[in-house]
């Protein structure tokens, strides 16, 4: 895929940042993939001193390990981490859509209904445009909480969690799956935009139950066991 302009970079380390990013999130690189810093920054067209910047960010967000010679390696997906997430989400993500149904402005509304044009159930095999499409989706729903808190801890686990949405696609889920899905996003649009507070939320909780990252938390537990 080729590097669409998606914004004006302030520095070479920000745009080693979004690209070494993108290679992890589009299944690139691969959880538990050896980075060997100066290869990496040849491939992306830049020296090695911004690329090291960019990997210290992306070692704060958990997704990559660095060793002492400053080589290292893509996080490996865990069962505990998974699980982590899950359990997190399943409490913070209903609070959020409730709260985005008492709280959503016209400019909320109109935000939404944006980020929904167009959005599909993630396939097998996503593109970084399609997982972005579907993080847009969310964060505007996170966004007309008007809580910026909980904005701000949903936003720093959605990265995290779309690791483990790509590992579940690695199975086929159907079209009937994908389907609900669709349908589940244009529910949740509906019940916010009505200002059906309870009726979001427990839509939400259903949404986060039978999610991918729920698929991948079960797949590696039953994998350690």
Do not use: C
Not at 7 to 21: C, F, G, M, Q
Not at 88 to 103: T, V
Not at 184 to 195: K, M, T
């Amino acid at each position: 895929m080729t590097e669409p302009a998606r914004r004006l970079y302030t520095t070479k380390s920000d745009y080693a940042y979004d690209r070494v990013r993108e290679m992890i999130l589009d299944g690139r690189l691969q959880p538990g993939e050896v980075l060997n810093q100066a290869s990496l920054a040849q491939e992306i067209g830049i020296s090695t001193t911004p690329l090291r910047e960019a990997m210290r960010r992306l070692k704060g967000e958990g997704l990559v390990e660095l060793d002492a010679h400053r080589d290292g390696r893509v996080s490996a997906l865990s069962a505990e981490e998974a699980r982590d997430l899950l359990e997190i989400r399943r409490s913070l993500d209903p609070l959020a859509a409730g709260l985005a149904a008492e709280r959503r402005t016209r400019s909320d509304i109109a935000a939404m209904r944006l980020a929904h044009q167009g959005l599909e159930s993630l396939p097998n095999d996503p593109s970084y445009d399609q997982l972005v499409h579907h993080r847009r989706f969310h964060a505007a729903v996170y966004s007309a909480s008007h809580n910026d808190m909980l904005i701000s801890v949903l936003d720093d686990l959605w990265t995290k969690a779309d690791r483990y949405r790509r590992m579940a696609l690695q199975v086929d889920r159907g079209q009937e799956a994908r389907d609900r899905k669709a349908h589940e996003h244009q529910s949740l649009l509906d019940l916010v935009i009505a200002g059906d507070s309870a009726g979001a939320s427990a839509l939400m909780r259903e949404h986060i139950d039978t999610s991918l990252g729920a698929q991948a938390a079960w797949r590696l537990k039953k994998h350690t066991d």
